[in-house]
């Protein structure tokens, strides 16, 4: 997600269209987007047989590491504890 390019489509710099979307949404653009990105990676886990290190590239984010990092900051536990715990049983 391009936030300039959002910010000039709304004819806006980039500081004042994450000072606007803060103010209306609660939380920064940068905040907002990565909160997607977690939620879109919560599903990936639970319904696909995906490595961690392919649902870091699926959602986004190229260093596994990281992912698993900011993953555990968001839930908790790491991307493999939050499979195991939440994976579909058929």
Known sequence: ?????????????????????????????????????????KELLVCSSMSVSEVAANIGIDEPSYFSRIFRKHNGCSPTEYRNRNALRY
């Open 1 to 41: 997600v391009n936030l300039k390019k959002y910010a000039e489509i709304a004819h806006l710099s980039l500081s004042r269209f994450s000072h606007l979307f803060k103010k209306n949404v609660g939380i920064s653009p940068y905040k907002y987007v990565l909160s997607l990105r977690i939620e879109e990676a």
